[in-house]
Structure formats: structure tokens, C-alpha cells
């Protein structure tokens, strides 16, 4: 599955390059991370507890950083497995400067097999582009000092 | 598959209910959605408060704010009554494009609604109707538009201790031509795209119109672009494909092994086309 587009920050392309680079502020960003370990150089061991409605799963997994061309550009690394399938993929982010702030622009390609992807397949594509809108929305706010756990409250119409 | 064990509670009142809820157990519909999902571990609820039993919530009846449908009715019961048939077709005909018979013998608008799938029916029907939706938890009681409940993929604006008691669809007025058009994926029933408008014509112009779009992306949407291009025109064939071509506009298509992005996109426009010219024809 590829998995590709591009999202606008309001911050600076040098901040969001710095927001992408700290495992602190990842670990707080991605959805459903339960732990984010430094195991070597640029690589984390990722524990992920992923919770989409009553869909859940764990996941234990590998992230490099590598091919970093500061502050544009860097490939990201993902492999993971859990009860529920495997993930395996990666993709190159690319940071540019633009009126608003920071486009960044993803590219990759993504494996996904087990149990998840046989049965869920139809849902696998909707399911990732929401976990990737959490997480820039996540990463923006820690860049504003901001506690990433705490929802917006969203506007209803309440009686 | 087996699931993970659980508990099972079976509430006889809906007040009950929802104190089971608060309490943190997890409500169940007709289990369309949920029970498959639990077989395969996908979901583990510890606690589940079986609401489809609740004669409370089965009901479809008419006041001055329109008609209001228990969220425990069946597609069966709302696809099937008389009333809504009359006065509201357009939920009626989206009923009857669900799964299959057996699906909709079982599964409940409220459950469908809760969920939130991303190729659901009844999303498209609920934002061109500008339906209300009812919110209930122990505490208090909210509505909410169809349009802001539905926010992403599986994600709605129900809270942990709430349930969908009831939605609230518009009765129509005279002159008003409404139509679902789905495009579905043969082996489960799911909408590739569907989409479903609501027309009005006063004196040979459109004088209102609605479109509702599932399927295409990860949430339901109103296709406002199309609508805007088509108020006040008189609807012809060339109108109506022309503005049928903004239904993408905005929206970032999914992807999947029965139909690319490109594809689906496509198929949206089209059957958003379909959809209108339905409706159009049913202003008489």
C-alpha cells in the first residue's frame, strides 16, 4: 500500500524538523504509544497500544531515523508485529518552507499482513490517514507548548 | 473464531442501561459490526450492556420536528414502515441498500450510526437530510447535527458514557425528490461510494438541494461544491454532470483492493450525477 501526501504545520520548517527528530515529542505524538525506547543510534523500540473505537490491538515494533539532509529531509523505518497482523514500511518525509509555516510531504510504502489486513483490508487505508492526521495534530501542539493528550473539545449543538 | 471472554448484561430499561454504560460497559446494537470484530480479536470489549433488546429504543413516530426513529430499530423496521416510506423515503431506500436481509434483520441504525464505518449507507441519507441525531448518557440528554457527528473514520462526537437513542429526519414537503445511489462491493454489501440527494424544485428552479456522500473518504460528507453550482439552475442533464464533478472536491479518496483512489473517485461523480437526476425526477 503506498502511502503518500502532505500535511501544512503552522511552525517553522527548522522547529518541526526539531519536533520530528525528538523521541520525547514522538512518543507523545504517535497514536497510541505506550513507550518509545532508544535502542542505538537513531532507533527506538516502539510499544504501541492502538485503540480506534472498539477496535484494539498491541503492537511492538522498530523505528529508525536515517538519511537525514537537515532540516528538509530524512527516511523514516517502521517494522512491528502483534496479535492482530504486521506492519512493515517505510518512507521519506520531506520539510518545506511554505507561506503558513511547514508543508511536509510523506512518501512510502507500507506492508501490512496477519489477520488485521485479511479482514480489515477495506479499512486499512481510512484507518492509517486518520492515525497520520492524530499524529501531526499531536506534534503541532507540543510544538505550541501544548499538552497533546488533552482533546479539542468538539462543538456540538447541545440542547 | 471464539472472542476473549466477557460479560453480558441484558438490561430491562434503558435507564439501566445507560448506568451500565457509565459504569463502563460497552453498548450492543444488533452486533453487525461489534460480534465479528470481537470473534477475531480484534476488539475485547470486558462489558457488554445489550441495548438492541430495549423496546424503548424500537419505535418510529411523527411530531412537529419530524420523525423520530428509536436508534433500536432494525434496517428491516425502518426500510419496511409506512411512515417513513410516506413522509421520509430517502432513509427507507438507504435501509433497504444495507448488507443483506439477514444483516438487516439484526443490525440497528443506532449501532450503524454509533460505528461510524467509514462506507456506512446511512451516513450519506443523515447529511442530506440534515438529520439530528440523539445523544443520551446517565446524565443528561444532547442533539447534535449529523454533520458534526460524524468526524473521522470510526470517530463520532458520542462521548464514552453515551449511546445514539434517536435520530430525528425531516418531514418532507411536497415538491421534494430524494434518492440513494450506491455503488457496493458484492461480498459485503459495503458502499465502494453512495450518495444520496434531496431536491426541490419551485417554479422550474432548484430551490434547494442536498448532497451526501459515504464511502469515498475516511468520513460521510455534504458536497457542498455540488450543491452551490446547482441552486437556482434548472437541472438539466448538463447541470447536473457538471456539478456532479466537484463531489471530490476536498476530499482524499481511499484506496483499497476493490477500487483505487482514482477509481473510486471517479465512481463518486458519477453515481453523484445519478443521484441528483433521481431526485430531480421524483419532484413532481
Redo the contacts between chains.
Sequence with gaps: ??VT?ARELPIKPERAWELLQDPAVLSKAIPGCQSLVRIGENQYELKLKML??????DFLGKVTLTDHEAPTKFRMIVEGSG??GFLKGEGVLTLSSILQGTEVAYDGEAQIGG??AS?????????A??MI?RFFKKLVKQGFGQDPDVEDE?????? | MIPNSFEYSAPASLSEALGLIAAGG?PLGGGMS?IP?MK??????EHLVDIGRLTELSYIRESAEGIHIGAGCTHFAVESSALLMGKCPLIAETANYIGDIQVRNMGTIGGSVA?????ADYPAALQALEATIVLKSAKK?????AA??F?????T?LKEDEIVSEIIVPLEAGLTGTSYQKFL?PA?G?AIVGVAARARREGGKISLIRVGVTGL??NSFRATKVEAALLGSAGTDAEVTAAAAHATDGA?A?????ASAEYRAHLARIYTARAISAALSRTA
Design positions: 500500500m503506498k501526501g480506534l473505537a472498539s477496535l484494539s490491538g496479535k492482530i489477520k488485521m479482514v480489515g483490508q477495506r479499512l486499512v487505508d481510512t484507518t490517514k486518520l492526521k468538539e462543538e456540538t449543538d447541545d440542547v | 460497552k461489534l470484530m477475531l480479536r480484534l476488539a475485547a470489549p460505528h461510524a464505518d467509514p462506507a440528554e444532547r442533539k447534535v447535527s458534526k457527528f468526524i473521522d473514520t470510526f470517530t462526537a462491493q459485503s459495503f473518504s475516511g482524499d481511499s484506496s483499497d483492493l476493490h
